[in-house]
């Protein structure tokens, strides 16, 4: 097993060992990733050179000499310890009915009739997840090719173990399983296009890097949708490449749609990543149950979690031909990919933020703490954009007080003006710029040139935090330390004047 675990990282014993880190290189290196990290003297044992990142792998024994050296070096900007990310499935039963009871909670048929179809090949889904079967009788027909950054090849198929049922073909079959199979299932989007990229191995857990690399592969590829399925429980500063990621695909207009985690933990105190990774296009998702309940496992966060979607006893496709309930905040993740690629099959152009905030708008209301406190109802959002419901964006969220936000209106005509319930709690400008000032609630109304008018949800103005801290103790200092507490402590003993020791 290798020692990026994050519990057993630093425990001493006889055996000298190595520990693996990511290290960022800046843009003005005149050199090759390669050639820039054997300078420093490091063992090389990958790189990505669309993130400027090389994996490395440093002795214990040297740990404090390098990380000064590193650290010092003006063409370093920065290194973190590697992780590893896994798959958010929670336990599950073993009752396997081919009932689909999540379609029929988000009212998909009534979808699909206003749609007139159940999405379009144009629009690709990524599922990033331990590779898909796509030989499977109700996948194969929408598969596109993908690649496997698990074992370096172009073969994603699902790898099945004791840990691993099968957890990316399951989540495959909840966007787009075909509906043309007896005895089989269908996806919301059971026409539109899949590309497996698979990271996570046959236990369930994927390097770093290779998450990095799948990400970059889908932006690159034409996705429309990423959908991520996993993650882990680390500081902000550790997670700092996934992130960066993460905006690499918002800011190219690929929506990235996260699972909020299965720990029962609220993400706006708790670091999750890639789900509390905020940016214009992405959506982070908590589970539902058949009784519109919160799961115990599921994770939530008024604002960090953008919405929820049904999780529990999900039955989809598994490898070999065969079919599956699986609970998790997974489940939940790739049904709302699976929307917003309905959804873009009609309008294109569709961004992130605006089918977040659709999406939130026609939502049903739930009592489980998101941005929204709603689960997502896809007859009710389909209805909206077939009819050019005029939509706020954002719809809901969680602004810090003293600052700013831009408003715009969705499938509204410019000139727009805005009004904020509230004066007290925040401004709103003619442009949309909304000031926060002090502890409270609003909601905002939007008027359009044509007289059409529209009002958010709740937009709260409250103190933000990421969850960058992580599960552990916080770290000594500043708080941004890359590696785990024990370890910067025991550096900041040798090395006092490490920036976060201060």
């Known amino acids: 097993m290798k020692r990026i675990l994050l519990f057993a990282f630093f425990i001493f014993s006889a055996a000298s060992q190595a520990g693996e880190y990511i290290v960022k290189f800046k843009d003005h290196t005149h050199m090759g990733l390669t050639q820039a990290a054997q300078s420093l003297g490091l063992k090389v044992q990958d790189t990505h050179e669309k993130g400027r990142l090389v994996q490395v792998k440093i002795p214990d024994n040297q740990l404090l000499e390098k ?6 070096n003006k063409n370093v900007e920065y290194i973190v310890e590697t992780f590893p990310l896994k798959a958010f499935r929670a336990p599950y039963t073993l009752a396997e009915l081919r009932e689909q009871w999540a379609l029929a909670k988000v009212n998909a048929e009534k979808a699909w009739q206003l749609a007139g179809n159940k999405g379009h090949r144009n629009i690709i889904v990524a599922v990033i997840d331990t590779g898909v079967d796509y030989n499977h009788e109700s996948l194969s027909p929408n598969m596109v090719p993908g690649y496997d950054f698990n074992a370096n090849d172009d073969d994603p198929m699902d790898e099945t173990s004791f840990q691993n049922p099968g957890h990316g073909t399951h989540c495959a079959g909840v966007v787009g399983a075909t509906g043309e199979v007896n005895g089989g299932i269908v996806g919301l989007s059971a026409r539109v296009s899949i590309m497996p990229l698979r990271f996570l191995g046959a236990n369930g857990s994927g390097d770093l890097m290779a998450g990095i690399k799948a990400i970059d592969y889908a932006i690159e590829h034409g996705a429309k949708v990423i959908s991520a399925s996993w993650g882990a429980e680390v500081q902000k500063s550790q997670a700092e490449p996934l992130i960066e990621a993460v905006k ?3 800011d190219a207009g690929v929506i990235f749609i996260a699972a ?3 720990s029962n933990k ?5 670091g999750f990543w890639p789900a509390n990774a905020k940016f214009e296009n992405t959506i982070t998702v908590a589970a539902s149950n058949s009784s519109d309940g919160k799961p115990s ?10 919405l929820a979607a049904p999780g529990e006893n999900i039955m989809s496709t598994i490898p070999g031909n065969k079919y599956k309930n699986l609970s998790g905040t997974s489940m939940a993740t790739p049904l709302v990919s699976s929307l917003v690629a309905l959804l873009a099959s009609q309008n294109p152009e569709i961004t992130g ?5 659709l999406i939130q708008a026609t939502g049903a209301q739930v009592d489980i703490q998101t941005a929204c406190n709603c689960r997502i109802d896809a007859g009710a959002a389909m209805e909206a954009l077939k009819n050019n419901t005029m939509i706020v964006v954002p719809a809901a969220g969680t602004i810090a007080p003293n600052s700013t936000s831009k408003f715009s209106a969705f499938q509204g005509t410019a000139p727009l003006s805005f009004t904020s319930s509230n004066t007290n709690v925040a401004d709103i400008a003619a442009d949309g710029t909304f000031t926060a000032k002090t502890k409270g609630e609003t909601t905002i109304t939007v008027t359009d040139a044509h007289g059409k008018t529209a009002t958010s949800l709740p937009i709260r103005v409250a103190e933000l935090s990421d969850g960058g801290g992580g599960g552990g103790t916080p770290p000594p200092g500043d708080g941004q330390c890359p590696f785990d507490p024990q370890t ?3 550096i900041c003993g040798i090395a006092p004047d490490m920036p976060w020791c201060q």
């Open 488 to 490: 910067c402590e025991l």
């Open 248 to 250: 690499r695909a918002s």
């Open 353 to 357: 933020a605006e089918a977040r905030s």
């Open 297 to 306: 496992w599921s994770n939530y966060g008024r604002a960090i979690v953008d």
């Open 266 to 270: 609220n993400n706006d105190t708790s």
């Open 67 to 72: 990380y000064k050296q590193i650290k010092n």
């Open 260 to 262: 909020a985690g299965n």
